[in-house]
């Protein structure tokens, strides 16, 4: 069940007209053609979100409670276009973000019971900001902001880790945060340029000579680590670095890899450093990461996974989202 093309162009109309003038068009597609299996594979997808949220407006698998995974369910449907107010999907986006939002501490804006689920919840509550007519989202949004801006400014390395009050730092909880804080900044919440630089520069001191990621230091580097750290240089438009190209480089080496452990975070993160890094590369990858995501998806419409299947879902469908293009932060 799609948005029917005049919905859809109005819903993205009305983003156009509710985006900050730094924000990025949303309708740079030109003639850009989608692959009908994408389609498909998108659209079962989300029906089968749509079917298995219950009526609290979250999802009833292993980790399809935490506010962090309903935040990848709300923007796997935003990231398709789907009209969150008069679209056959709006009370899905609605009730998962009144989910999020009856998360939220009252004292401190903090989300959830991890920094990964406040920066997923964090970045949900950014695209819905501004084209949804809810009227608790923008203070929301703001509470969660600073709960991340002033997490930050207690960590001795400048970045973050699993709670508001972590000390040390690692790669992936700090891209979690930096590219929520993008997504904030594209609907006209501010954020420090400060803030942004004491992140990047933490993030750069985890990167190997060879141009890797590691976890909490420059030794161990990873592709998914690579593309988080990748991503967030290229959302602060700092490409022309050394570093940056040697990691571009060390993730083109690496377009068969695919994480074990998480591998919808990879999917995730790879699909999105690709796009803002190289059109060629990404369309190489984007035509395998289809191909591969075809044959692993669920009769249902689900996808497999250890942390249960509406995250597995949702980060699947995100990382075929960068082809509709229909959120800022996946515009170049």
Same mark, same amino acid.
């Given at each position: 069940?799609?948005?029917?093309?005049?919905?859809?162009?109005l819903?993205?109309?009305?983003l156009?007209?509710?985006?900050?003038v730094?924000?990025?068009?949303?309708?740079?597609?030109?003639?850009?053609?989608?692959?009908?299996?994408?389609?498909?594979?998108?659209?079962?997808? !989300?029906r $089968?979100?749509?079917?298995?949220?219950?009526?609290?407006? $979250?999802?009833?698998?292993?980790?399809?409670?935490?506010?962090?995974?309903?935040?990848? @369910?709300?923007? #796997?449907?935003?990231?398709?276009?789907?009209?969150?107010?008069?679209?056959? $999907?709006k009370?899905?986006?609605?009730?998962?973000?009144?989910y999020?939002?009856? %998360?939220?501490?009252?004292?401190?804006?903090?989300i959830?019971?991890s920094?990964?689920?406040?920066? *997923?919840?964090?970045?949900?509550?950014?695209?819905a900001?501004?084209?949804?007519?809810?009227?608790?989202?923008?203070? #929301?949004? %703001?509470?969660?902001?600073? &709960?991340?801006?002033?997490?930050?400014?207690?960590?001795?390395?400048?970045g973050w880790?699993?709670?508001?009050?972590?000390?040390?730092?690692?790669?992936? @909880?700090?891209? @979690?945060?930096?590219?929520s804080? *993008?997504?904030?900044?594209?609907?006209?919440?501010?954020v420090p340029?400060?803030?942004?630089?004491?992140?990047?520069? =933490? &993030?750069?001191?985890?990167r190997?000579?060879?141009?890797?990621?590691?976890?909490?230091?420059?030794?161990?580097g990873?592709?998914?680590?690579t593309?988080?750290?990748?991503?967030? !240089?290229?959302?602060?438009?700092?490409?022309?670095? %050394?570093?940056?190209?040697?990691?571009?480089? $060390?993730?083109?080496?690496?377009?068969?890899?695919?994480?074990?452990?998480y591998?919808? +975070?990879?999917?995730? +993160?790879?699909?999105?450093?690709?796009?803002?890094?190289?059109?060629?590369?990404?369309?190489?990858?984007?035509?395998?990461?289809?191909?591969?995501?075809?044959?692993i998806q669920?009769?249902?419409?689900?996808?497999?996974?250890?942390?249960?299947?509406? *995250?597995?879902? #949702?980060? #699947?469908? !995100?990382?075929?989202?960068?082809?509709?293009?229909?959120?800022?932060? =996946?515009?170049?």
């Amino acid at each position: 069940m799609k948005t029917p093309f005049f919905s859809k162009w109005l819903f993205a109309f009305f983003l156009l007209l509710n985006l900050p003038v730094h924000a990025q068009g949303l309708l740079n597609r030109q003639d850009d053609k989608i692959p009908a299996q994408l389609d498909l594979i998108y659209e079962r997808g !989300l029906r $089968y979100l749509a079917d298995k949220q219950n009526e609290e407006g $979250y999802w009833s698998d292993s980790a399809g409670s935490e506010p962090g995974v309903v935040g990848l @369910c709300v923007a #796997a449907f935003l990231a398709h276009g789907e009209d969150p107010n008069n679209g056959p $999907y709006k009370e899905v986006i609605r009730k998962g973000i009144d989910y999020i939002i009856s %998360k939220q501490s009252t004292t401190n804006g903090y989300i959830g019971s991890s920094m990964y689920n406040h920066a *997923f919840a964090t970045k949900a509550l950014a695209e819905a900001y501004g084209v949804i007519d809810h009227p608790k989202i923008a203070e #929301a949004l %703001k509470q969660a902001v600073e &709960l991340i801006l002033s997490a930050q400014k207690r960590n001795r390395f400048g970045g973050w880790r699993y709670t508001p009050e972590s000390r040390d730092a690692d790669t992936t @909880c700090t891209g @979690c945060q930096v590219v929520s804080l *993008f997504a904030a900044r594209n609907a006209g919440i501010s954020v420090p340029d400060e803030a942004i630089k004491k992140a990047l520069s =933490y &993030l750069s001191s985890c990167r190997g000579s060879d141009g890797a990621y590691g976890y909490t230091s420059a030794a161990g580097g990873k592709p998914t680590l690579t593309a988080i750290g990748s991503l967030s !240089l290229s959302l602060a438009k700092e490409t022309d670095s %050394k570093g940056y190209k040697a990691s571009l480089a $060390y993730l083109k080496k690496n377009l068969d890899y695919r994480d074990r452990y998480y591998p919808y +975070y990879y999917e995730y +993160y790879m699909s999105q450093a690709l796009f803002h890094a190289d059109e060629e590369t990404w369309n190489e990858w984007n035509l395998r990461n289809i191909r591969y995501l075809g044959t692993i998806q669920s009769p249902d419409g689900s996808f497999p996974g250890n942390q249960g299947q509406a *995250f597995s879902t #949702a980060g #699947a469908l !995100l990382s075929l989202a960068l082809n509709y293009r229909y959120l800022p932060i =996946y515009e170049k």
